[in-house]
């Protein structure tokens, strides 16, 4: 799937970049690509995933993921809810980085740093990341 200005202009862009981050969160957290075979009549991975969000935005997440488990397990209605936030949250991200208009996009850096807040609000840390007391750090240029 090209974005109209890769199309148009023939070359690529950060926009453009944006763009397909957007469609590869939509793709990795639906299990669908936006070639599915399911999308016909004008539905496509963009109107999937704004029409799912927030009432189905678990039966829309790729079972692969194992969040029907997931949410099962969870004796808590409030951590169930958080999880439902965090799905929400990312397909929103997905949604707002694959806008058709290059500048209704985010900047890049924008985008990294609202899946990475999104990340800690709602997802505990893992152990495998802290070593002695530290959180190891990546830290990206703007």
């Known amino acids: 799937m090209l974005t109209g200005e890769l199309a148009t202009r023939g070359k690529a862009s950060t926009a453009s970049d944006v763009y397909s981050f957007g469609i590869l969160l939509l ?3 639906t299990g669908k690509s936006p070639t599915d075979a399911d999308f016909t009549g004008g539905l496509t991975l963009r109107s999937f995933v704004s029409l799912g969000i927030p009432r189905r935005v678990i ?10 488990d997931a949410v099962a397990k969870q004796q808590e209605e409030e951590e169930k809810e958080a999880l439902v936030r965090c799905l929400v949250s990312v397909f929103k991200l997905g949604l707002l980085c694959s806008e058709e208009c290059d500048k209704d996009r985010p900047q890049i850096s924008e985008a990294v740093r609202a899946l990475t807040l ?13 070593g002695n007391d530290t959180l190891l750090q990546i830290k990206l240029d703007g």
Not at 59 to 68: A, G, I, Q, V, Y
Not at 118 to 130: G, N, Y
């Open 27 to 29: 793709e990795l957290f």
């Open 59 to 68: 039966s829309m997440t790729d079972p692969k993921l194992n969040l029907l």
């Open 118 to 130: 999104t990340r800690d609000a709602f997802l505990p840390l893992e152990p495998s990341l802290v």
